[in-house]
């Protein structure tokens, strides 16, 4: 575990929740040039992909997996891939299913345990830039659907190396901290976008004819009067995506229970005064694979990181996680070839 103090909290945003909520009611988005791919999946639905940087078929790639109700517009995902073209590197931003401003095809939708979704992605740009070496970023819920298909696909994953931010490692705890102090106000607001995600799909359903599918979300009961996560994920979440209940759930989709299996090089990025996470969520060093970086910071709230003066604030993650992936690019490039 690795707590260097490489990241100071902006003075001028103290305390968790100016750092969490910054960059999403402050910062201005970073305007980007993006080619829009849409992927279609094994089981018919869809995933919208948004590339940006060099066309090159050698170039370094960075896939980028948002939040719960973000998108490949968050913020954070356009400061990175505008960050990574800098350096001369490419990127390609998912859009989890139903969240690039389209419903998706499907009933089901997308949730912290989607790893299968990640697994059909990174198979899909291998055989788009087979010689370009791949890499992941993840941020709050895509950093736990990515640790927890590290864990899954061991040696197999497919990628040099990864990197995870703000990340709920226990799904269950995290249910129970957001419901807590100011932080119910992030509960509220994610309950709201939720309930619209099934309400969108359920008039999709219904102005296409398609009743077979309206059908299974009409089973799942009334969406009102839900105000919590084990409210949500009991009731939407776990029936609609095959677990018996939001304890089964939690218990399967939590990333913490992956973490020891990880065999590709992985830094981890986390802040104690996450306004999401408690500290007792936080993995013990012990549950750490040996090619994992936990870098833990005491400030910085949920995928914050903000440091600089008002004037000119600057955006830690923005800096740090390109450095970690150039590093470990230049250490593959260093290593000897074999005959």
């Not at 089981?43 to 590339?51: H, I, P, R, S």
């Not at 992605?121 to 070496?133: E, N, S």
């Not at 994920?233 to 399967?252: K, V, W």
Request: with cysteine; proline share 6%; net charge neutral.
């Amino acid at each position: 575990m690795n707590g260097r103090s490489l990241f100071t909290a902006a003075w001028w945003l103290p305390g968790p929740h100016l750092q969490t909520l910054w960059g999403s009611l402050c910062r201005r988005p970073p305007a980007l040039e993006r080619q829009r791919e849409r992927l279609w999946l094994a089981d018919g639905d869809f995933l919208d992909l948004d590339w940006h940087g060099p066309h090159d078929a050698q170039a370094p790639l960075v896939l980028v997996l948002h939040g719960l109700t973000g998108s490949s517009n968050s913020h954070y995902v356009l400061g990175l891939q505008r960050q990574l073209a800098a350096q001369g590197w490419a990127s390609v931003a998912l859009n989890w299913r139903g969240c690039s401003g389209e419903p998706n095809l499907l009933p089901r939708g997308y949730h912290s345990g989607a790893s299968e979704d990640l697994a059909e992605t990174v198979h899909h740009l291998h055989a788009k830039r087979p010689m370009a070496p791949l890499y992941a970023v993840g941020y709050s819920l895509g950093g736990n659907v990515l640790l927890k298909y590290l864990g899954e696909s061991g040696a197999d994953s497919g990628l040099q190396s990864a990197a995870a931010v703000s990340v709920p490692f226990r799904l269950d705890q995290c249910a129970d901290r957001i419901g807590i102090g100011f932080s119910r106000v992030y509960q509220a607001h994610f309950m709201r976008a939720m309930v619209a995600y099934v309400k969108d799909k359920q008039r999709l359903f219904a102005h296409q004819g398609q009743a077979d599918r309206l059908s299974i979300l009409e089973k799942l009961g009334p969406l009102d009067g839900m105000r919590t996560f084990w409210d949500f994920d009991g009731r939407i979440t776990a029936p609609l995506h095959g677990f018996e209940n939001a304890d089964d759930y939690y218990r399967r989709s939590s990333s913490r229970y992956y973490l020891s299996r990880i065999q590709t090089p992985t830094l981890m990025i986390q802040a104690s005064d996450d306004p999401f996470v408690y500290p007792h969520s936080l993995p013990e060093a012990t549950e750490l694979a040996a090619c994992i970086t936990f870098e833990l910071h005491a400030k910085g709230g949920h995928v914050g990181f903000v440091d600089g003066s008002l004037r000119r604030p600057g955006y830690y993650l923005e800096r740090r996680i390109p450095q970690w992936l150039q590093t470990i690019e230049r250490g593959i490039q260093q290593l000897p070839v074999s005959s």
